[in-house]
C-alpha cells in the first residue's frame, strides 16, 4: 500500500528566506515520487519527481527535495521564497502508467 | 508548452442530471487519468484508460461513472445522475511512454450539484 502524509497544512514564509515543506511517504515497494504545484485557477504543474536515481533531486523555480530512505521522507525545499511562489503544493507517491496518490495539500504563504 | 485543457471550467448541475466533463490530453500520450478533489479533501485517483479501455479504477468509480475516448482526441468523464456528493474539482491527466516521462494535469472543472 501507498500513502502520502503532508505534515503541515499551511506555511508562512517571509519574501527571501527558505522554505521548508514537509512530505513522509509510506510504500510497499520502491516509490516515486513527486511533487506539484497548482497555482490559483492553475491545473496541477510538476515541480521535481524521484524515480530511484539521485537522491537530491532539484526541479524547476529553484526547488529541490531529498528522497532519504531511512527517514521516509521527501521534504521540498527552497533557499529563498519568492512572491510568486505562494501556491498550493502536493507531495505525490506512484509509478508511472498507475494511480498516484496525493497528499492533502500544504499551501504556502509568502509575506512581502 | 503542452497542456490538457479541461471544458468547462466551471458546471452547475441539478441533482439526479447527468453530467459529462471534458478533456483534450496531450496528442501523443496515451495514458489518460481522472482524479477528483472535494472541498477540503485530498486529491483521489478515480480512474485509469489505456488503449481504449480501463486499465484501473477505484472504488469510487461506481456505476454512475463512464470514460470514453470518442474520437480520438478528447476524453470524457460521464457522471449518470449526479448526487450532491459528486460536487468536486475534477481533474483529467495525460501521460507518454518511455522513461522520462512524466503526467500532465489539466486546470480542473469544478463541479457543482444542487
Known amino acids: 500500500a501507498q500513502s502520502v502524509t503532508q505534515l503541515d497544512s499551511h506555511v508562512s514564509v517571509s519574501e527571501g528566506t527558505p522554505v521548508l515543506l514537509r512530505c513522509n511517504y509510506s510504500s510497499s515497494y520502491s516509490p516515486s515520487l513527486f511533487w506539484y504545484v497548482q497555482h490559483p485557477n492553475k491545473g496541477l504543474q510538476l515541480l521535481l519527481k524521484y524515480t530511484s536515481a539521485a537522491t537530491l533531486v532539484k526541479g524547476i523555480n529553484g526547488f529541490e527535495a531529498e528522497f532519504k530512505k531511512s527517514e521516509t521522507s521527501f521534504h521540498l525545499t527552497k533557499p529563498s521564497a519568492h512572491m510568486s511562489d505562494a501556491a498550493e503544493y502536493f507531495c505525490?507517491?506512484?509509478?508511472?502508467?498507475?494511480?498516484?496518490?496525493f497528499g492533502s495539500g500544504t499551501k504556502l504563504n509568502v509575506k512581502p | 508548452e503542452p497542456e490538457v485543457t479541461q471544458t468547462p471550467s466551471h458546471q452547475v448541475t441539478q441533482m439526479g442530471q447527468e453530467v459529462i466533463l471534458r478533456c483534450v490530453p496531450i496528442s501523443n500520450h496515451l495514458y489518460f487519468y481522472w482524479y477528483r478533489q472535494i472541498l477540503g479533501q485530498k486529491v483521489e485517483f478515480l480512474v485509469s484508460?489505456?488503449?481504449?479501455?480501463?486499465?484501473?479504477k477505484s472504488e469510487i468509480f461506481d456505476d454512475q461513472f463512464s470514460v470514453e475516448r470518442p474520437d480520438g482526441s478528447n476524453f470524457t468523464l460521464k457522471i449518470r445522475s449526479t448526487k450532491l456528493e459528486d460536487s468536486a474539482m475534477y481533474f483529467c491527466?495525460?501521460?507518454?511512454?518511455?522513461?522520462?516521462?512524466?503526467?500532465?494535469f489539466g486546470q480542473g472543472t469544478r463541479l457543482t450539484v444542487v
Open positions: 484508460f489505456y488503449n481504449n479501455e480501463i486499465s484501473e
Open positions: 505525490v507517491v506512484g509509478n508511472n502508467f498507475n494511480k498516484f496518490y
Open positions: 491527466a495525460s501521460e507518454g511512454t518511455g522513461p522520462n516521462t512524466e503526467a500532465f
